[in-house]
């Protein structure tokens, strides 16, 4: 029962405690402990967003409206061609197997969305009927949308002229300003088709997150290499409220290209099918990454507003199966 399940949690806390305290912390010891309490990290937002999908009463604050400057950068950043240290380093203290270690990859000049895609922008594309035009919609996501019935993202709803959304227990108005939330891979690649864009590469996305115009050595997180506090200025993370900042808010924390919220706020979509990097091997967790590089996961990147900041940076990879919709997320585009 529930007594005797947070019982045992605090008897295994306890001895995991004593053992460390005892020591020597041998390389597997550290291994272990560390990526025990980033897993458990992954849990309790999947616990959060289990909370979202059952609809139970909300249980954090709404966001706090962090007020946009009157200049809502839109458009793209114009990227140039160049290499990409593609993935985590040695010398970036722990990562999961997937990150493992970074190469060099080419990168044709592209341009990436300032922001992630907003309801406002998302909402013309479902006004536009683009949920009855198939034409958008690849045969799996075809197929989905058979099997669901979704004429709009999962949890709005029309009221008259109005949208509303569920957030947890709550009904609100759409906030025309947030980023698009719990759409999946399928709808991304959507409405991108509608819009004439396309979903960025991990590669591009990692590229926009981490490296700057002058050509500085990549950065650990989007402002910089140092988890700055207070993280409050910087990213909506660590489960702070019950939902996602506007788009463009957090200037300090845009990153070296001038891309907002790469970290925090909604997981984005790639179009990167989730894949070992060359020369990987499995981490003594060897279930952690390999048994899903055979299915079709794509990878998400960046985290969101649930997201503890200790678990982010601009390498890290999650990755998901196309029809999720459950998790926080959303994307942002490139041009075609």
Request: hydrophobic content about 40%; some cysteine.
């Amino acid at each position: 029962d529930f007594d005797a399940t947070r019982r045992y949690a605090g008897a295994v806390l306890e001895r995991s405690l004593e053992m460390l305290d005892r020591g020597p912390v041998t390389d597997e010891l550290a291994y272990f402990t560390q990526l025990s309490i980033l897993h458990q990290d992954m849990h309790n937002e999947a616990f959060c967003y289990m909370w979202q999908t059952l609809g139970y009463p909300m249980p954090l604050p709404a966001p706090a409206r962090v007020h946009v400057t009157a200049c809502f950068p839109e458009g793209d950043i114009e990227i140039p061609p160049g290499r990409l240290e593609l993935g985590a380093a040695p010398a970036s203290g722990f990562v999961f197997d997937n990150e493992k270690w970074a190469h060099e990859a080419e990168l044709p000049a592209f341009s990436i969305a300032r922001h992630a895609v907003t309801n406002a922008q998302y909402r013309a594309f479902v006004e536009e009927g683009g949920y009855r035009r198939r034409e958008f919609w690849s045969d799996a996501g075809r197929q989905m949308l058979d099997e669901t019935a979704l004429a709009a993202p999962r949890y709005w709803r029309r009221d008259g002229d109005t949208w509303l959304v569920r957030r947890f227990d709550r009904g609100m108005a759409l906030d025309p300003l947030e980023p698009v939330l719990h759409v999946s891979f399928h709808e991304a690649e959507a409405y991108c088709r509608w819009a004439g864009r396309r979903l960025p590469t991990e590669g591009e996305w990692e590229c926009a997150a981490a490296t700057s115009p002058d050509g500085s050595i990549k950065r650990r997180y989007p402002w910089g290499d140092a988890a700055q506090r207070p993280v409050e200025a910087l990213a909506q993370v660590d489960a702070r409220c019950a939902g996602p900042a506007h788009a463009c808010a957090f200037p300090a924390g845009r990153s070296g290209w001038g891309a907002c919220q790469m970290l925090g706020n909604v997981w984005e979509w790639t179009s990167s099918r989730f894949a070992p990097y060359r020369g990987f091997s499995a981490d003594p967790y060897k279930e952690y990454s390999a048994p899903w590089f055979v299915d079709d996961h794509r990878v998400l990147r960046g985290g969101s507003f649930a997201t503890p900041l200790r678990l982010l940076r601009n390498t890290w990879r999650n990755f998901y199966m196309p029809h999720r919709a459950d998790v926080f997320c959303g994307f942002r585009t490139c041009a075609a």
